[in-house]
């Protein structure tokens, strides 16, 4: 049986399926645009996470250059600057190395890469200046006035917006020493002392550095707890505790697996000597002897001694404006010495050097009184054990010691007054914003 439509039932199923194609365009226009606004929203997370993996990249760059910068700072504030542009030349933002410029006149303590300062860590304030910094502040930044311009996005442009700005900043402060006034450079002794009434001062914000791993007995051993004064007292070995020592004794601490401290004379170190020294003032093949009641006044310069030094009970050495070197031979001293260093020169500051290649041991002890032992400039025994017997009051052996191992022996208070000499940087640096 069939049905006929009629005109009107045609006209109408007509209409409806004119409806439903318009519907279907519709829905094909509002896709497009459903897409294009996807795409943008996609995009725009893209760039976002762009964006933030790079802020994330320039803190770490920030945080690492500050904290490089302020281990040198109070050393020498141009090298604090280079480090910190060093470090940070080792990071990458979204594929680019982070570039800093020095700002070396600290002009823009707002905006500069590198502003050095004063960190106040009771205020929790940054004060910027060249005059004895503590703290290095780093931006580091994609920005159009950087060195590498702003961050490119990649759908921005579709907004309109080609690329962003983002800033990133760190400061970090340094603590510790700029020098160690005893550096014991062998690897299995240190420090010994042997006396009821030892004590030990280091002045003039002096650490002291012990090189001993601690595979050995000997590296830090006291018979009776000396008295001890220093900026910071660091051990390489990095299990290091002893009852004697404590962090009150020391505004810095007590360091233990500290980085060891290459010696600072050695060629190539920051003080390089050079192992033989052209004598200026003598050479004695023979060695030197004082004896007892004798007094020897050494002419200023340098003097190289074969056959070793002996200064015995009684006896008395007087070098001012010398520098001794102990080419072969011990150093045995027992009675009375005053030694002050060249004033200029290569030698400059150095007023006893035992060679590199003399493997004898070294002895400085008196008990004549409270005059016995006066000894200026720098101590340099690089491959030796230098003991120091004394019983007078005080007992002034040098402004540094650079040894391989040091005893102090007696009832004495042996004093080093370091005066910041052969810089070797024992600090440390930690981010304080």
């Known amino acids: ?179 160690a006034g005893l550096i014991t450079l062998d690897k299995c002794c240190g420090l010994t002392t042997d006396g009821t009434k030892v004590s030990l001062d280091v002045n003039n914000d002096g650490a002291i550095q012990i090189n001993a791993d601690g595979h050995c007995s000997k590296y830090v051993k006291f018979a009776s707890c000396p008295d001890i004064t220093a900026a910071a007292f660091n051990v390489v070995d990095i299990s290091f505790t002893d009852v004697c020592l404590n962090d009150a004794d020391f505004p810095d601490g007590v360091n233990a697996g500290v980085p060891r401290i290459e010696d600072p004379l050695c060629p190539g170190g920051p003080g390089s000597l050079p192992c033989l020294p052209e004598p200026s003032a003598g050479i004695h093949h023979t060695g030197l002897t004082i004896k007892n009641g004798e007094t020897l006044t050494l002419e200023p310069g340098v003097h190289i001694i074969d056959g070793g030094l002996i200064v015995n009970n009684g006896g008395t050495l007087i070098a001012n404006n010398v520098m001794l070197f102990i080419q072969t031979g011990i150093l045995d001293v027992k009675g009375q010495i005053i030694i002050t260093p060249p004033e200029s020169g290569t030698y400059e500051g150095v007023a006893i050097f035992q060679s590199r290649s003399n493997p004898e041991e070294a002895s400085i002890g008196s008990s004549s009184g409270s005059s016995g032992i006066y000894v200026e400039g720098t101590l340099y025994f690089p491959n030796n054990t230098l003991s120091v017997t004394s019983n007078d009051a005080t007992t002034l052996v040098g402004n540094q010691l650079i040894v391989g191992c040091l005893e102090l022996i007696g009832n004495s208070s042996f004093i080093i007054n370091y005066d910041g000499r052969n810089p070797v940087p024992a600090l440390k640096s930690f981010l304080v914003r």
């Open 1 to 179: 049986m069939f049905k006929f439509s009629t005109t009107e039932q045609k006209r109408q199923r007509g209409v409806f399926v004119q409806t439903d194609i318009k519907r279907r365009g519709i829905a094909y226009i509002w896709a497009a645009i459903f897409l294009i606004i996807f795409i943008l929203l996609a995009g725009l997370s893209f760039d976002a996470a762009r964006a933030f993996v790079a802020a994330h990249q320039l803190q770490n760059a920030a945080d690492a250059a500050a904290l490089a910068g302020a281990c040198l700072v109070r050393v020498s504030e141009p090298n604090a600057r280079q480090k910190a542009i060093d470090i940070a030349y080792e990071n990458f933002v979204i594929g680019a190395r982070v570039r800093l410029d020095k700002n070396e006149d600290n002009a823009d303590p707002d905006n500069g890469d590198i502003i050095v300062g004063i960190y106040d860590r009771s205020s929790k304030t940054f004060i910027p200046t060249t005059t004895d910094p503590n703290a290095v502040k780093v931006i580091a930044k994609r920005t159009e006035d950087s060195l590498n311009g702003s961050l490119p996005l990649i759908f921005g442009p579709i907004a309109g917006v080609n690329d962003v700005d983002i800033t990133r900043s760190a400061i970090a402060v340094s603590i510790g020493t700029t020098g």
